[in-house]
């Protein structure tokens, strides 16, 4: 019998990333969350192992909600789907196995080793390829509620050295009376409370952040993980966490609309895992100050903070871009579309062009192939589905709706907030609202006498760069009154009628529609298959002949199946 091979990841993966084979359970792999002890038997046996496992990831209480059954008696989830992110791939196997055997029932439970988007976030659309009736998430989790799937967390029960982690926090904090808050990943909130209860008796301006376990919504829960009874709390939504330990007066000085930060301003942050970057600006927006220990190396960082002051530099690029480039990497959770809707209502009245991308998990290449791009707007996951690009490797700026919106009013202010959750970027108010109450009639007459007094060809420079920038053929809105048969002109007053790219009254059109792409296009040293030798055949000809080579058949089918290099049946000289 071969070996089976682990499985290989579409995105990128790191190198020492190792996964488990199902031959041999891959005794040399190191399991770090199962604690110092612990990982070392695991090489030992497979037994062990799997045991070790097993309560890790809370086989019997998931097989038990697995084994719910309906009023008519058939059981209610029949098809299950298992969400492992990268680093936990290498326990997928073990787990199906493991949940095969506790289930009841001819069921299946398919194992989606890889994520479409976030990897934080219920992957509905892998979901659905499977027809899964439920999706078990495993490890990190922002707990974003989904529109349609059912759903369930299992955090997993990781090791921590809490004494190590207590001595660290006593070393970063040496004044007792300092303001504190204590968080950590979704995983380690387990150690939470018990780290809380025996430093609260030295730091009594001590509070945590624990997380919320009811923000999944009503079709999902948390397994292995009770809402304990505790005292009033201050919901953080967008962080997915319950401030603990507050007094009232602090607790009710915040209204229900109202930002939570204007109380964790005056708090330092000790948190603990390897929150991604997105997360890692939100808190930094959240908290006066940020000390991040890393839960496995106990290596303490305060400084890895991305710069918001990059950020402020990407709004000023997206207010003077003429093409937006919109880039959905989220199709599960709540608001998507509305925002979606938002966010182009928001481009068209700034005069502005916009395209829609559904990429996967964006990249530097994939992004790169749209050079026509000006700004790129993402929607995304707040705690991971928001790309950050810290060394400066993708071509064009990425920002978030917030920043969009903000970058679009006639006057930038910020005041350093940075607003990531959906619904709370629909309820900012924009600047074409406050005119929603007047007369739609009036409000036509208004808007057509402020096009009339405005000089279309005034110069305008790039706020960053301080250039003149160069024509926009969409924000000219009386050219797309000329009807495009009757005035179109040919590029450098030819009559070459089958050109791509056409000059309409100073506009340029792709087919009957005018575009800001194509002023891109006639700057491109190649123009097409072919363009490569227009001037030499000009040359050799005289005049340009527009007659290509033959179209001939390629292969088709399955590349397994092809023939053409393989020998035939008698054929001996082969």
Not at 219 to 239: C, F, H, K, M, Q
Not at 325 to 338: F, H, P, Q, Y
Not at 500 to 526: C, F, K
Request: aromatic residues 8%; contains cysteine; negative net charge.
């Amino acid at each position: 019998m071969s070996e089976v091979l682990p499985p290989a990841l579409s995105s990128t993966q790191d190198a020492d990333i190792e996964f488990a084979k199902t031959k041999d359970i891959s005794k040399d792999i190191p399991r770090g969350r199962l604690g110092p002890i612990n990982s070392q038997k695991a090489r030992e046996s497979a037994d062990q192992l799997y045991s070790l496992l097993k309560e890790y990831y809370s086989v019997d209480k998931t097989a038990q909600y697995l084994n719910q059954k309906t009023n008519s008696g058939d059981y209610k989830f029949k098809e299950v789907a298992l969400q492992f992110p990268d680093d936990l791939v290498r326990d997928s196997a073990i787990v199906c196995q493991l949940l095969q055997e506790s289930i009841s029932g001819d069921r299946r439970v398919w194992v989606l080793a890889d994520t479409s988007y976030s990897p934080c976030c219920i992957d509905e659309v892998a979901g659905e390829h499977v027809g899964a009736d439920l999706i078990l998430h495993f490890g990190e989790a922002c707990l974003n509620p989904v529109e349609k799937v059912n759903s369930a967390y299992i955090f997993g029960k990781p090791y921590l050295d809490t004494a190590k982690v207590i001595e660290l926090f006593r070393k970063q904090y040496s004044n007792k009376e300092d303001k504190i808050c204590i968080m950590t990943d979704t995983q380690y909130s387990l150690h939470l409370h018990d780290i809380y209860v025996i430093l609260k008796k030295e730091y009594p301006n001590l509070v945590f952040a624990d997380v919320d376990l009811q923000k999944s919504g009503s079709n999902s829960l948390v397994i292995d993980r009770e809402v304990t009874e505790r005292e009033p709390g201050l919901s953080a939504y967008d962080l997915s966490r319950i401030i603990y330990g507050l007094n009232v007066d602090q607790i009710l000085s915040v209204g229900e609309d109202d930002d939570y930060s204007t109380i964790t301003q005056d708090y330092s942050l000790f948190y603990i895992g390897v929150p991604p970057d997105p997360k890692l600006i939100l808190l930094s927006t959240k908290f006066s100050s940020l000390a991040v220990v890393d839960p496995v190396t106990l290596d303490v960082s305060g400084n890895r903070t991305p710069s918001l002051s990059r950020r402020y530099r990407f709004m000023m690029i997206a207010r003077n871009a003429s093409t937006i480039g919109i880039l959905v990497n989220t199709l599960s959770l709540e608001n998507t579309r509305k925002l979606l809707n938002k966010v182009v209502k928001w481009i068209k009245n700034a005069g502005k062009k916009h395209y829609m991308f559904v990429v996967g998990k964006p990249n530097v290449a994939k992004l790169a192939n749209f050079d026509t791009i000006d700004v790129w707007c993402i929607l995304g996951c707040g705690q991971s589905g928001i790309v950050i690009d810290s060394y400066g490797d993708y071509y064009k700026p990425i920002i978030t709706p917030y920043e969009l919106q903000l970058a679009l009013l006639p006057e930038v202010t910020w005041t350093g907030k940075w607003i990531v959750d959906f619904k709370e970027v629909m309820s900012q108010p924009d600047y074409e609202e406050e005119e929603e109450e007047k007369d739609i009639v009036g409000k036509a007459k208004e808007s057509n006498k402020r096009d009339e007094d405005k000089d279309e060809y005034a110069p305008e420079f790039d706020p960053v760069t301080g250039k003149l920038v160069a024509s926009r053929p969409l924000r000219q809105l009386k050219h797309l009154e000329i009807e495009l048969s009757d005035q179109r002109k040919t590029i450098e007053g030819s009559n070459d009628e089958k050109s791509l790219a056409t000059r309409l009254s100073s506009e340029l059109s792709i087919g009957n529609t005018i575009s800001t792409s194509v002023s891109q296009l006639q700057n491109h040293t190649w123009t097409g298959l072919g363009s490569d030798y227009k001037q030499q055949e000009e040359d050799e000809q005289g005049s340009f002949s527009e007659e290509g080579a033959k179209v001939e058949e390629g292969r088709s089918g399955i590349a397994r199946d092809y023939d053409y290099d393989r020998k035939t049946k008698g054929d001996t000289n082969n």
